[in-house]
């Protein structure tokens, strides 16, 4: 695949940072009912899958089918991981008006987590044959643990960086909006947000283990991963506050993610052995475990 020019890279972080901004705006109004965050949730999903028409055109078929499945995973993972934003959220008593903003930090935080995963992740298995079972072997793991239910058992108590933040900084006790820190007499001091804001970055970076594996898992262009991984986080802060309303409880999403992952791992071990799995199967197990998903969803309160 050609290398895309400086140009494209500028216009492209330039119209996703009026995408986030427009998105903060509109979030900053007031409290959002259940029907206006799904229209926002179906608005940036439009926008990540009309993008996938860029890549056909100028990539062909083969990288378009990657893109979308690599959209389709990361958004999914995403899915079932954002449940655990909201405990973040609940666990600190975080105001609903501290909320939007403190979710486009973690949005940038994780495109740069995600650019740097990849980049290093794709350098290293051009390098280095072995990183394939390596990779492979995360991908086996990641399977294991969500369906142990690993990602549902993250604790902010338990949190190291945020106890490490409780001890050295100076704390107030109370939320101001959505600011981080104030002065207090002559002296910054932090509001909890900034422990919030610690555990949402830790906690994606953990997240990051399992999502970048698996997208590189479907394609190890750096393009095709990352502007798909870009576009899913794009809808991630409208996809929170949908979930906040109290929504569908996918169940079984996180027993599909499982036998996902563990595929992708298999299929990364496979290209240890010159065996590449067509992307198409990825693209259909993905969605059949959505349309699962959905089909086997039950209300719950959130």
């Known amino acids: ?17 009026v995408f986030l901004i427009i998105d903060l705006r509109h979030y900053k ?24 028409f860029f890549v056909y055109n100028r990539y062909g078929i083969g990288e378009f089918v990657k893109y979308i499945t690599a959209y389709v995973t990361e958004y999914s993972l995403s899915m079932d991981n954002i449940f655990v934003f909201l405990a973040i959220f609940t666990y600190f008593s ?15 935080f994780a495109a740069i987590f995600r650019a740097s995963f990849i980049l290093v992740g794709v350098a290293l298995l051009e390098r280095y044959q072995w990183m394939t079972y390596i990779f492979g072997t995360i991908l086996l793991y990641s399977g294991y643990k969500m369906a142990k239910g690993g990602a549902e058992s993250v604790d902010p108590s338990r949190n190291k960086i945020v106890q490490w933040a409780k001890r050295i900084l100076p704390l107030t006790s109370n939320y101001e909006d959505d600011r981080f820190m104030l002065r207090n007499g002559v002296r910054l001091v932090f509001t909890p947000l900034i422990l919030v804001l610690l ?42 506050f949908v979930l906040e309303h ?51 969803a039950e209300k719950e309160s959130i």
Do not use: C, Q
């Open 1 to 17: 695949m050609e290398i895309t020019s400086p140009i494209f890279w500028i216009s492209f972080h330039t119209v996703i940072a």
């Open 29 to 52: 109004k007031a409290k959002m009912s259940f029907r206006d965050s799904m229209k926002w949730v179906t608005i940036w999903v439009s926008i990540g899958l009309a993008f996938s």
């Open 94 to 108: 975080v105001p609903y008006r501290s909320r939007p903003f403190t979710l486009l930090l973690g949005i940038v």
């Open 199 to 240: 555990a949402i970055e830790t906690t994606d970076i953990m997240f990051a283990f399992d999502s970048v594996p698996a997208v590189l898992a479907i394609t190890r262009e750096f393009f095709a991963a990352y502007t798909s991984n870009i576009m899913a986080i794009l809808g991630l802060r409208s996809l929170y």
């Open 246 to 296: 109290g929504v569908r409880k996918l169940k079984n999403l996180g027993k599909g993610l499982a036998i996902y992952l563990v595929y992708l791992g298999v299929a990364f071990l496979l290209t240890a052995l010159g065996i590449d799995l067509p992307s198409w199967i990825s693209l259909l197990l993905i969605s059949t475990i959505l349309v699962w998903s959905f089909l086997t």
